[in-house]
């Protein structure tokens, strides 16, 4: 069974940090891109950011690039995001997927976590 398993989220004050973890199973991991996508209520889902976990090379949307770091850990076929200088404009749930690198930059792919929330506010 295909499992995708989101934690980490939570409530933080702005300008705090947060680590994400997801978590993968049933599946060969590295053969993989794994995405980190957010949705906030009456808003499109977004790609935040994407690992290829084979090759390594990354993908970051704008709105978080120098405060978002994404890596894997293929041992422990997890990959995590970690936020810094969090703002409460990336207050939203937070999703892992995993597929092709070029299905994620579309918001695509063959598997989806359950999602785990973030809270920015003071």
């Known amino acids: 069974e295909v499992q995708l398993v989101e934690s980490g989220g939570g409530l933080v004050q702005p300008g705090g940090s947060l680590r994400l973890s997801c978590a993968a199973s049933g599946f060969t991991f590295d053969d993989y891109a794994i995405g980190w996508f957010r949705q906030a209520p009456g808003k499109e889902r977004e790609a935040v950011s994407c690992i290829s976990t084979s090759e390594g090379s990354t993908y970051y949307a704008n709105s978080v690039k120098g405060r978002f770091t994404i890596s894997s850990d293929n041992a422990k076929n997890t990959v995590y995001l970690q936020m810094n200088s969090l703002k409460p404009e990336d207050t939203a749930v937070y999703y892992c997927?995993?597929?092709?690198?070029?299905?994620?930059?579309?918001?695509?792919?063959?598997?989806w976590g359950q999602g785990t929330q973030v809270t920015v506010s003071s």
């Open positions: 997927a995993a597929g092709e690198m070029y299905q994620l930059l579309s918001r695509k792919g063959d598997y």
